[in-house]
């Protein structure tokens, strides 16, 4: 079964820009989930989709949205970019959370 | 909300020794789930190990095991016969019973030293 594939795996841009990241989930599950990981922080939960629906939502403001397709991959958006996004975002897709989640290898983003 | 804490920033241990990392968590609920994960050098996470809170019994995975303490949300894991390939960020994580978000600790960087 393939794992959970995250493009593209490095990204500069520009403060103020738009950026969108992707993302595949694992064959079977029908749940995904972002993360955004600061360097040196643990992951920081940004928001969840279940069957194209979002299921919860971090603290994060509304510039950062998503969307999940019928095949269950994944986008999420960000708007506006600020240097502080700057991070490691995570993608991360479950069948039954009690199970765990597999995440992909992220996106690296840097925001110049 | 919840809160995980991981008290130990950065540990080593020898090859072939054992390591025990930290971790405790805040919540009020009564059901949930607890997990570590492996986030190595290529920053994939990977799932070591995890714990339903209904069950008592302290989960196991080969050298990894963890000592659960749910009166004192506790969750520590337990690596025993350390191998190089164990270097990597160790983080604990806590999902509620609604499933919908992971919670994660700060890390614990472990070095396996040869």
């Known amino acids: 079964e393939t794992g959970v594939t995250q493009s593209p795996t490095h990204l500069i841009k520009t403060r103020g820009q738009q950026v969108t990241l992707r993302c595949s989930s694992q064959?079977?599950?029908?749940?995904v989930s972002w993360y955004q990981q600061a360097l040196g922080q643990g992951p920081q939960f940004i928001f969840q989709?279940?069957?194209?629906?979002?299921?919860g939502r971090g603290n994060f403001p509304p510039r950062f949205s998503g969307l999940q397709f019928p095949n269950y991959s994944s986008e999420l958006n960000v708007n506006a970019l600020e240097l502080d996004d700057s991070a490691l975002y995570l993608c991360a897709s479950s069948l039954w959370q009690r199970y765990g989640y597999t995440f992909g290898s992220g996106t690296r983003l840097t925001v110049v | 909300a919840q809160t995980v804490t991981q008290s130990q920033p950065e540990m080593s241990v020898q090859e072939a020794e054992t390591v025990t990392l930290s971790c405790t968590y805040d919540t009020s609920e009564n059901n949930y789930y607890l997990f570590w994960y492996k986030q190595p050098p290529s920053r994939q996470m990977i799932l070591v190990i995890r714990?339903?809170?209904?069950?008592?019994q302290n989960a196991t995975e080969n050298r990894f095991s963890v000592n659960f303490q749910k009166a004192a949300k506790s969750f520590s894991l337990k690596i025993s016969d350390s191998q190089l390939g164990d270097t990597a960020m160790y983080f604990c994580?806590?999902?509620?019973?609604?499933?919908?978000?992971?919670?994660f600790g700060g890390g614990t960087r472990l070095m396996v030293k040869p």
């Open positions: 714990q339903e809170a209904y069950k008592q």
């Open positions: 064959s079977g599950h029908n749940t």
């Open positions: 994580a806590f999902n509620n019973n609604a499933g919908n978000m992971l919670t």
């Open positions: 989709y279940y069957r194209e629906e979002e299921n």
